[in-house]
C-alpha cells in the first residue's frame, strides 16, 4: 500500500513559479514509478511528467517540456515538480499517482496505469 500527499500548490501570476511536493508512505518508494497528472474543470485527467525509480528516466507532456521538471528523492520517499514560466491554460488540480514498475523507463502516461492517487493541489495561474 502507498499513500501520497500532496503539497505546494497556490495562486501565481503568469511567468511565475510553483514547486509541488508528493510525499509517500511505505518502505518501497524506490519500486514505483511516479507521476503528476492534472484535471482542469470540464477536461479529463491529463499526463503531466513520469520518472522511473532511480531518477534517471523522466517523461514529459509536450505541453510542458523545458518549463516543468520532476525529480525524486528515494530517501525521503519524495517526488516534486518544479514548475516554470507558467501559463494560464497550467491552471489545474495536480495529482502524484504511482505505479509499481512493470516495464523499463518512465513512460507511464495513461491514469489507467496508476494504482495509487494522491487528494491533489490546486494551481491557479492568473494572465
Known amino acids: 500500500q502507498v499513500q501520497l500527499v500532496e503539497s505546494g500548490g497556490g495562486l501565481v501570476q503568469a511567468g511565475g513559479s510553483l514547486r509541488l511536493s508528493c510525499v509517500a508512505s511505505?518502505?518501497?518508494?524506490?519500486?514505483?514509478?511516479m507521476g503528476w497528472f492534472r484535471q482542469a474543470p470540464g477536461k479529463e485527467r491529463e499526463f503531466v511528467a513520469a520518472?522511473?525509480?532511480?531518477?534517471?528516466?523522466?517523461s514529459y507532456a509536450d505541453s510542458v517540456k523545458g518549463r516543468f521538471t520532476i525529480s525524486r528523492e528515494n530517501v525521503d520517499n519524495t517526488v516534486a515538480l518544479q514548475m516554470n514560466n507558467l501559463e494560464p491554460e497550467d491552471t489545474a488540480v495536480y495529482y502524484c499517482?504511482?505505479?509499481?514498475?512493470?516495464?523499463?523507463?518512465?513512460?507511464?502516461?495513461?491514469?489507467?496505469?496508476?494504482?495509487?492517487w494522491g487528494q491533489g493541489t490546486q494551481v491557479t495561474v492568473s494572465s
Open positions: 499517482a504511482a505505479v509499481r514498475a512493470y516495464k523499463s523507463g518512465s513512460y507511464y502516461p495513461h491514469s489507467s496505469e496508476y494504482g495509487y
Open positions: 511505505g518502505r518501497t518508494f524506490s519500486r514505483y514509478v
Open positions: 520518472i522511473n525509480w532511480s531518477g534517471g528516466s523522466t
